[in-house]
């Protein structure tokens, strides 16, 4: 797993720079769409029922204003509708920047 080394907000994206080198721009709308929070993409039980979640949706406008990083494995953005629930794991973020 790489970790950041930079992360910046340049114009409407997320720039990240790993620590192999790479980079990844992430869209702010993109980003928050793909909230891996249970708000966003629902909880499943041990049955496999998936419960609560409205899915990806488009979020227009919506900007990130701050970030935290979340141990060694994951990064917390804030965004400007107020969500801040989602935890992108490094390698989460990287396969997001690539699809």
């Known amino acids: 797993m790489h970790a950041p080394t930079n992360i910046q907000l340049i114009g409407q994206e997320v720039a990240i720079v790993w620590d192999d080198g790479a980079e990844s721009y992430l869209p702010f709308e993109k980003l928050r769409a793909a909230s891996p929070s249970a708000a966003n993409m629902g909880e ?24 935290a990083q979340v141990g060694n494995y994951a990064i917390r953005f804030d965004f400007s509708d107020g969500h801040s629930t989602g935890l992108y794991s490094y390698d989460y973020l990287r396969a997001l920047a690539a699809s």
């Open 44 to 67: 499943t039980d041990i049955l496999g029922n998936k419960y609560g979640g409205d899915g990806p949706k488009h979020f227009p406008g919506v900007t990130v204003v701050g970030w």
